[in-house]
């Protein structure tokens, strides 16, 4: 069974920095590019970013030059760095196998003052 298990996320600061985690379990991980999404209350889910295999990446225009991505293959984690955050990057955010609906139960961003 496909398990994606976000953690990370919490209350910040405009300005400030999170770093999202994302374990996976239950399928061959390499295989798999692999996204982060977020949704915001009353807003379509909105891709942010993919990882390939090899750690190629692109981003959403919303969050480029602010946010990055990486994964470390050997452990099945995605991660998503999150620097300068705003208000409107408030959000449950999601990873996802690309081409998949999110899976897990997401974890809170919200950044407020």
Same mark, same amino acid.
């Given at each position: 069974? *496909? @398990?994606?298990?976000? %953690?990370?996320?919490?209350?910040? @600061?405009?300005?400030? %920095?999170?770093?999202? +985690?994302?374990? /996976? %379990?239950?399928? #061959?991980?390499?295989?798999?590019?692999?996204?982060? *999404?977020?949704?915001?209350?009353?807003?379509?889910?909105?891709?942010?970013? +993919?990882? #390939?295999? #090899?750690?190629?990446?692109? $981003? /959403?225009? +919303?969050?480029?030059?602010?946010? =990055? *991505? +990486?994964?470390? =293959?050997?452990? =099945? !984690?995605? $991660?998503?760095? !999150?620097?300068?955050?705003?208000?409107?990057? #408030?959000?449950? $955010? $999601?990873?996802?196998?690309?081409?998949? /609906?999110?899976?897990?139960?997401?974890? @809170?961003?919200? *950044?407020? %003052?």
């Amino acid at each position: 069974e *496909v @398990q994606l298990v976000e %953690s990370g996320g919490g209350l910040v @600061q405009p300005g400030g %920095s999170l770093r999202l +985690s994302c374990a /996976a %379990s239950g399928f #061959t991980f390499i295989k798999y590019t692999m996204i982060w *999404v977020r949704q915001a209350p009353g807003k379509e889910r909105e891709w942010l970013s +993919s990882v #390939t295999k #090899t750690g190629d990446a692109w $981003y /959403a225009d +919303s969050v480029k030059g602010r946010f =990055n *991505v +990486s994964r470390d =293959n050997a452990k =099945n !984690m995605v $991660y998503l760095q !999150m620097n300068n955050l705003k208000p409107e990057d #408030t959000a449950v $955010y $999601y990873c996802a196998q690309i081409g998949r /609906a999110p899976r897990g139960q997401g974890t @809170q961003v919200t *950044v407020s %003052s």
